[in-house]
């Protein structure tokens, strides 16, 4: 085919030259009142039906297909003219003759070249009927009737280029129909009150065309989804995206634009997987666009609200494991859905500790109940998830000491959100019920009895793990708790409650040498009691 228009390249600029000088002539007229409206579109009815005579008489000459062809696209294109002047231009034609003329032309066009196999003529026509809306600028706004001579363009010729195998018509087209939008929104300037305002249905109704023309195609093709239409489909959700945008702009939020164009790709891509049984870039491409899409417009619920980061976390978390569930869910298991959830744990992990501070508990019912509440449950969700990566079986299919170091990684972190629920909800604890906040007394005694706690948990989770690292761990967190206790919680009064608490230390430091002793395996006793 790229032979064939390197060759007639010509003939379509003079094609396209011929028509706006007589769509010029038309304005000219019009200008100049020389000659009434229904005497022009006889003129343009008659010229263009003796143009497709004449080109079809030329056809059936030796040697006389090409120059058949392109009398008959000239033709085409002078009536396309002539229903964008009469319906669209000057409204001289209700929509309904619009459609039904469109209609007319577009058919005995493509039954001719269905029967010929006239290429040629199918580029001309197309190139004519979107060129003919673009040229002559109306003086109202007759979009309706635009949006129907566009339908019956790009169905008819989305139809045979799947019937033929003629793909080039379908980016000219796609591309022919954006570009008219483009043109006649700026044009009209039309008023953008209210989130079903015209413009927004016309984008909408053009996106839902492609986006179904797409898939339809694809599965005529023999279920080839790839290619061609892939890249149409990506490009149609972007510009109905960009449009919806502009024109939604202060009158719906961006996320229900985002959303609705991620379902749709989202149930794309769930469609080409289920018709071919594989992956496809297709699926590929509209999956990971249609999730990312639909996060995006997720992340932006609760803007302005305080409760925001607390928002954020869920979403990011949820995300996290549906991403595990997937890399485990597959029967032969891959590490991308669990890398990337790993990913997102650790990055929402940095994020919580940073922003945990300033936000809201997330009181029930306006009680507040200490690790009962949206808060602690969320370090508990970021906890629970840093547990499952450390003690899953085949950790992103690493072995032996690789496995071994990513799985103490995790369990460090999940330890690390421990003592951040701990210290967030003792600390909460104090503000809600007025026992005092921030530096007293008894705030600094009750946090050096939860880090002792938290120390032990430690020591029990490295005795259970038989890692050593676990217990130097809590070692360090039980030693800097001490002094602690012993150092910086003297000052003051409370003197009774400091030796309790004192006293809980000791006890807790008591039951870690016991559980050492109990849990420390038999070749490192053997060790010790040599």
């Known amino acids: 085919m790229i032979d064939h228009l390197r060759k007639h390249w010509t003939s379509l600029l003079g094609v396209a030259l011929v028509l706006t ?26 010229a263009g039906i003796g143009f497709a005579l004449a080109g079809a008489r030329i056809a059936t000459k030796p040697r006389g297909a090409i120059a058949g062809e ?69 003086e109202t706004d007759q979009v309706f009737a635009l949006f ?23 980016p000219v087209a796609f591309a022919g129909t954006w570009a008219l939008y483009a043109i006649y929104f700026f044009w009209f300037d039309p008023s953008l009150d209210g ?59 961006n996320g229900y634009t985002l959303i609705f164009i991620g379902l749709l790709f989202l149930a794309a891509a769930a469609f080409v997987i289920r018709q071919s049984g594989r992956t496809f870039a297709y699926a590929l491409s509209h999956g990971l666009g249609g999730a990312l899409l639909v996060l995006v417009a997720l992340n ?55 922003t945990t501070w300033e936000t809201p508990r997330g009181d029930w019912f306006g009680v507040y109940v200490p690790f009962l509440n949206w808060g602690a449950i969320s370090w508990m969700l970021l906890a629970a998830l840093g547990f499952y990566f450390a003690t899953s079986r085949q950790a992103v299919g690493l072995d032996g000491s690789d496995r071994k170091l990513v799985s103490n990684a995790f369990a460090l972190g999940a330890h ?73 919680n003297l000052q003051g009064e409370e003197t009774l409650l400091k030796v309790l608490v004192l006293l809980g230390l000791g006890g807790i430091s008591f039951l870690i040498t016991w559980v050492n002793g109990k849990w420390t395996p038999r070749a490192e006793k053997a060790v010790n009691g040599r």
Request: overall charge positive.
């Open 21 to 46: 000088a007589f769509i010029t002539l038309f304005r000219y007229t019009v200008d100049r009142g020389w000659i009434t409206d229904p005497m022009k579109i006889g003129v343009g009815l008659l």
């Open 70 to 138: 392109i009398g008959i696209g000239l033709g085409a294109c002078v009536l396309y003219a002539t229903v964008a002047f009469a319906g669209i231009a000057y409204a001289l034609w209700a929509p309904m003759t619009v459609l039904l003329g469109m209609i007319a032309v577009t058919a005995l066009a493509v039954a001719y070249a269905w029967r010929f196999g006239s290429r040629m003529l199918m580029h001309i026509a197309l190139a004519g009927g979107l060129l003919s809306p673009m040229l002559m600028l109306p």
């Open 148 to 170: 129907l001579y566009l339908l019956v363009l790009n169905a008819a010729f989305f139809s045979i280029s799947i019937a033929k195998g003629w793909s080039e018509l379908r």
């Open 195 to 253: 989130w079903q305002n015209m413009p927004i249905r016309y984008a909408l109704a053009a996106f839902l065309f492609y986006h179904l023309a797409c898939l339809i195609v694809s599965l005529r093709l023999g279920r080839c989804f790839d290619g061609l239409n892939m890249y149409l489909s990506l490009g149609n959700g972007i510009l109905f995206g960009v449009w919806a945008l502009i024109i939604l702009k202060g009158e719906l939020d």
């Open 300 to 354: 932006q619920l609760g803007s302005g609200l305080e409760v925001k980061p607390l928002l954020n976390v869920f979403l990011w978390a949820g995300v996290a494991v549906v991403l595990a569930a997937v890399g485990r869910l597959r029967k032969r298991k891959h590490w991308l859905p669990e890398i990337l959830s790993m990913s997102i744990w650790f990055i929402v992990g940095i994020y919580w500790f940073s």
């Open 416 to 488: 690390l959100v421990i003592g951040g629920l701990l210290t967030v909800q003792l600390s909460g604890l104090f503000e809600a019920y007025d026992w005092g906040s921030g530096e007293t007394t008894l705030l600094r005694l009750a946090l050096s009895l939860a880090w002792g706690l938290y120390a032990l948990l430690l020591f029990l989770w490295g005795a259970y793990r038989r890692e050593p690292l676990f217990r130097w761990f809590g070692s360090v967190v039980l030693v800097l708790v001490a002094l602690k206790a012993m150092v910086l």
